[in-house]
């Protein structure tokens, strides 16, 4: 986790969970306070760090929780390595047809563009602007505006310029669907797959739909009063439903 909020997720969260479970808290490559490499990140690059982690620190098969764009690279781990793994939550997960698109003619140039060394970084300091990233956060992180301090915002901005703006690499491989990939058949597969959405979130009952129709083994619950992240909004309620699935 970036050090500021990985403080929030230790506050709210992870302590409840490390009474009965040991407990990784990771950025991916790219992400937070990881490194920050100018390559181009594809979902397979994902799949294999992952994999890899389970492999050489976990060392044995794990449950995963997992947010958002990260539930597709999950998902095709499994698909890839299933005996690493043994029960799966996804929370908030993208919607399935959105992250099927692949690069195109045009979202190859945007990612172009933003590799560019001076016009790119120029863009997206821009784009992660402190009042940029205020109002992101605010209108798809948080349904409470109290939750939204200070600290978290600045921790967003320091770990969105680490390494001289070297998240523009990452953002421009996102633009360019390079992370994309179709996860519809992985999912007709899985029997270990769990969905927490939020009500408050644009779409989550559509987007997860689309999941339990592809597969009538996985389960889902809804949590009222968050957003994207009700790990950090509704600590409590998340705690008990991921116990709960976890037993």
Do not use: W
């Not at 172009?112 to 992660?128: A, D, K, Q, R, V």
Request: hydrophobic residues 40%; glycine residues 4%.
């Amino acid at each position: 986790m970036s050090r500021g909020l990985g403080d929030v997720y230790k506050r709210q969260i992870v302590h409840r969970l490390e009474k009965k479970h040991t407990v990784y808290t990771i950025d991916l490559l790219g992400c937070g306070r990881s490194e920050k490499p100018g390559i181009t990140y594809t979902n397979f690059l994902y799949v294999q760090l992952i994999n890899n982690f389970i492999h050489d620190i976990v060392k044995e098969a794990a449950n995963i929780v997992v947010t958002g764009i990260s539930s597709s690279f999950v998902i095709m781990a499994q698909a890839i390595e299933p005996d690493n793994f043994k029960k799966i939550i996804l929370v908030n997960p993208s919607d399935i047809n959105i992250i099927k698109e692949m690069p195109t003619k045009e979202t190859k140039a945007a990612k172009t563009i933003l590799e560019i060394p001076i016009l790119g970084t120029f863009i997206y300091n821009l784009i992660m602007h402190h009042k940029r990233i205020r109002n992101y956060i605010e209108s798809k992180y948080f349904f409470k505006k109290t939750f939204l301090s200070s600290k978290l915002e600045d921790t967003y901005f320091e770990s969105a310029h680490k390494g001289n703006s070297a998240g523009k690499y990452l953002l421009a491989s996102t633009k360019g669907n390079y992370v994309n990939i179709d996860i519809t058949n992985a999912v007709k597969k899985v029997d270990n797959l769990y969905i927490i959405s939020s009500r408050e979130r644009n779409n989550a009952v559509a987007i997860t739909e689309k999941y339990l129709h592809l597969n009538k083994n996985i389960e889902a619950t809804y949590i009222s009063n968050s957003r994207y992240l009700p790990q950090l909004e509704t600590p409590d309620k998340f705690k008990d439903i991921v116990l709960m699935f976890l037993q």
